[in-house]
């Protein structure tokens, strides 16, 4: 018969064609809203609603009056201020306020301990006047009841304020200890990179390789493009993937030869998986030597892998992006990126320029949905200083005491794939790789000088 080829399927071949297939129509947008995640915002708006609504009462509460239980509707509150202590009349009736009188003279009592308030001049109108001295225990009126106080109007409402502060600290105290417990469940990896294409540069070793084992392990049907200039090591890490060959391209690239472009590059990934997700520009080389000592060849060699290489590729994936209306491209760069150290004054030359480049990137693409995260890591035990450049060009081949004791690559990748699915525009991962950044914004010649004791010693 002359029917369609679709017609020719059975109806169990059309259902495994939909379970396994991984078109674009398929995938789930990486900008698109779940309903989980609606619901999760509800809650939390509803929680931080009823916090307002709660501190808002006890405002109201500590600035206006009270009703006396006892006296109900008929009763109001009024207060005497004195300089050295407080005469609070508490409550009295509405319809007896004619008969208290403008002001009290207290006159002595013989226990020493007691005084008896009269009064004189005028009718009162609350609230009391203040008045310099009156230690009343009693007054003789069978419409006023005051009491002594030992504190102050302005000292309890101070104490009411502190109060409210607390309890807000508290309130959104419980709210972050939640969310820091809802978020992983929220913020799940596996259904951000599901079906998703993900190209990773410097996959060969180091944090690129543990981004690309991390990546299977969370979200298994993540499909992988491994670049670096070693095609045999990428062999090797595909060997060690629990996955399916076809899902990982394995494709050798070398960013030094950015002055080629690299467009041929994304032809064959979009050929193979017919689009591209994100892309983890990893791949860079470190430095390890004096600026005076440094040849002109390896200040150009850093800048241009570790920078124009990274760029030429973040460019030729631009266009693909913007043609989808969505993308997120994800750069490796270094806290020597926020703070120079000696000894690496042109690698981290690089990762400044990497972070002006992205966050400008960011600025110019937000409207085509395009999303950028720089991760800033800090001391991971990577063979980076073992493979760094040396001022004559040379590899150093030593491994730095630091870097040898630095956060395990698996836990570095853990933490920026969540970070990654979470679209944050920076992560600091790695030891101390907050608190130097922080530093160097807060208090940046503090910094210069632990710098300088790290160093001599």
Known sequence: MNGSPSSNMSEDDTKLMSEFDLSESSELPPTSITHSSIV????ILSVVVIIFLIVLCKLVRCLCFQQNPNNHDQTERISSVIQS???????YPQHHRSQIKHSLSCD???DGNR??????????????????????????????NITRSSIQINQQTMNEFLNIFFQIILYFGIIAIIAYFIYPLHNNIENYFKNNVVWITGASSGIGRALAKELIRLSPSTRLVLSARREDELHSLVAELPVNPDQCLVLPLDLETHEYGFQSKVDIVLDRFNQIDVL??????????????TKYAVDTRLISINFLGTITLTKAVLSHFIQRQKGHFVVVTSVAGYAATSLRSS????????????????????????????VCPGFVKTNISINALEGSGQLHNKMDPKTEKGTDPTVCAYDILHGIAARKHEIYVGHLASIVIYLRRLCPQLLYRIFLRTEAS
């Open 108 to 110: 002595h009592i013989n």
């Open 347 to 374: 690698y981290a030359a690089s990762k400044h320029a990497l972070h002006a480049f992205f966050d400008a990137l960011r600025l110019e693409h937000t409207k085509d949905h395009i999303d950028v995260t720089i």
């Open 40 to 43: 999760l915002s509800i809650a």
């Open 280 to 293: 983890i520009n990893n791949a860079g080389i470190s430095q390890r030597s004096l600026i005076k000592e």
């Open 85 to 91: 202590d407080i005469s609070t009349i508490h409550w």
């Open 115 to 144: 005084y008896t308030c009269t009064t004189k001049d005028g009718f009162l109108s609350p609230p009391l006047p203040s008045y310099n001295r009156c230690h009343s225990n009693e007054v003789n009126s069978l419409d006023a």
